[in-house]
């Protein structure tokens, strides 16, 4: 597509449900981030794809997220058993591999609430 | 560890003012340094990419400069009106590890009128 989309744009869920969330990178782009932002703070690195390298993980803050990215495309990010400080906006970014002069590119993000 | 700060964390100047908006980074071993802009609850918009390479980059209101050796760039906006009114923010790409990249907090600026 000619941007990166996020879905959906606002998420309510109850303590203890399972949420997930979707990005879909600008196409061609082999890379494809994803970063937390908690109300008044700075963009916090959860996890990065790289073509079809292993991802690297070393972001996210306990094992009930995890995230996969199918056929080097679409990207999924599932938090199992939300709590409450998982409340944050969550943003999705691409851009072209590694090695390359390119910028990145970001999504509109989504908006999680948990209560 | 490349650490970017930003400095200064929040600005409000009448409108028609010219302004500098700083960011500082550790590590000048980036590709590239890119400015962003952010709307509250909205996601980010790019400014201005500049590579490693260049010294500057112009659009419209806003240049962008980077010294590398001195790990610094400087975003500068020009007759400043209400609607550049958002936060905004710098992000550096790295040329090895895992190519992740860092971004300074910020700066918020509020322009009135």
């Known amino acids: 597509g000619a941007g990166v989309s996020q879905s959906p744009s606002n998420k309510v869920t109850e303590k203890g449900k399972d949420v997930e969330l979707r990005c879909d990178p600008i196409?061609?782009?082999?890379?494809l981030y994803w970063y937390r932002q908690s109300l008044g703070q700075g963009l916090e690195f959860l996890i990065y794809?790289?073509?079809?390298?292993?991802?690297?993980k070393s972001g996210l803050p306990s094992d009930r997220f995890s995230a996969e990215r199918t056929g080097g495309s679409v990207s999924t990010l599932t938090i199992q058993r939300t709590q409450q400080e998982d409340s944050a906006v969550y943003l999705c970014?691409?851009?072209?591999?590694?090695?390359?002069?390119?910028?990145?590119?970001f999504g509109s993000g989504t908006r999680l609430t948990v209560v | 560890k490349q650490e970017v700060t930003q400095i200064p964390a929040a600005l409000s100047v009448p409108e028609g003012e010219n302004l500098v908006l700083n960011c500082s980074f550790t590590?000048?071993?980036?590709?590239?340094l890119q400015w962003f802009r952010q709307d509250p609850g909205k996601g980010l918009t790019s400014l201005l990419l500049?590579?490693?390479?260049?010294r500057e980059q112009t659009s419209g209101r806003l240049n962008a400069s980077l010294d590398k050796s001195s790990g610094r760039s400087t975003l500068y906006i020009a007759a400043s009106q209400p609607g550049d009114s958002a936060t905004y923010l710098c992000?550096?790409?790295?040329?090895?590890?895992?190519?992740?990249?860092?971004f300074g907090r910020g700066t918020s600026l509020i322009v009135h009128p």
């Open positions: 970014a691409s851009s072209l591999g590694t090695g390359t002069v390119g910028g990145y590119t």
């Open positions: 794809f790289q073509g079809n390298s292993a991802p690297d």
């Open positions: 992000a550096v790409r790295p040329t090895g590890g895992s190519y992740i990249p860092t």
């Open positions: 500049i590579q490693s390479s260049q």
């Open positions: 196409s061609g782009h082999t890379a």
């Open positions: 590590d000048s071993a980036i590709y590239n």
